[in-house]
C-alpha cells in the first residue's frame, strides 16, 4: 500500500495570527508556523493555500513569504482558484482538478463557508487564539483517518 497523500488547505488570519498579534502589528506568529510544518513533517503532508493572502500573488511569491516566516516552503505545493464564490467551492475545484496530488486532506481555517461533507475534514481555529495544539490534534486524527474520497469532496457541477 503507498503512503498517504495529505494536503492541508490552509488559512491564514485566525490560524496563523489572532486578534492580539494583529493589534500588536504581528501578522504572523512563527511557533503557530512550527506546528504546521511539524504537521507536514510528520505526517507526508503538503500545503496548499487557501486564504484570502494569496490573491494577487503567485505560488512562488508564496513559498518564498512562508520559508521566510517559518514552514518550510518546499510544503506549499499550490493555490486554491481565485473564484471569489465560497471556500468550499475553491477547495473542492482544486481537488478534483489534482486528483493525484492527495489521498486525504484537512481544511484549517475559522470560517466555515464549506459544503457539508467538507466540514468532516475541517478544523476550525478560532480569532482568539489562532491554531492551538487542540487543533494539531485533531488535524492528526484526521489525516490517521480513513475517507473515501469519491463521498468526501463536492464534485463541480
Known amino acids: 500500500?503507498?503512503?498517504?497523500?495529505?494536503i492541508i488547505f490552509l488559512d491564514v488570519d485566525g490560524v496563523l495570527n489572532d486578534w492580539h498579534s494583529l493589534?500588536?502589528?504581528?501578522?504572523?506568529?512563527?511557533e503557530k508556523c512550527k506546528m504546521i510544518e511539524r504537521l507536514c513533517k510528520e505526517h507526508n503532508a503538503k500545503i496548499?493555500?487557501?486564504?484570502?493572502?494569496?490573491?494577487?500573488?503567485?505560488?512562488?511569491?508564496?513559498?518564498?513569504?512562508?520559508?521566510?516566516?517559518?514552514?518550510?516552503?518546499?510544503?506549499?505545493?499550490?493555490?486554491?482558484?481565485?473564484?471569489?464564490?465560497?471556500?468550499?467551492?475553491?477547495i473542492s475545484s482544486w481537488l478534483v482538478d489534482n486528483p493525484d496530488e492527495w489521498t486525504k486532506y484537512v481544511i484549517i481555517d475559522d470560517d466555515d463557508d464549506l459544503y457539508d461533507i467538507q466540514k468532516t475534514r475541517h478544523i476550525q481555529t478560532d480569532m482568539r487564539t489562532g491554531f492551538c495544539w487542540k487543533h494539531y490534534d485533531k488535524a492528526v486524527k484526521l489525516m490517521n483517518k480513513e475517507m473515501r474520497p469519491s463521498l468526501d469532496i463536492q464534485t463541480k457541477i
Do not use: H, Q
Open 1 to 6: 500500500m503507498s503512503e498517504d497523500k495529505n
Open 23 to 30: 493589534a500588536d502589528g504581528i501578522f504572523i506568529i512563527p
Open 48 to 90: 496548499v493555500i487557501s486564504s484570502t493572502w494569496r490573491y494577487g500573488e503567485t505560488l512562488e511569491s508564496l513559498r518564498k513569504f512562508f520559508g521566510r516566516v517559518g514552514i518550510n516552503n518546499e510544503y506549499i505545493i499550490g493555490l486554491t482558484p481565485e473564484y471569489g464564490t465560497t471556500r468550499g467551492d475553491e
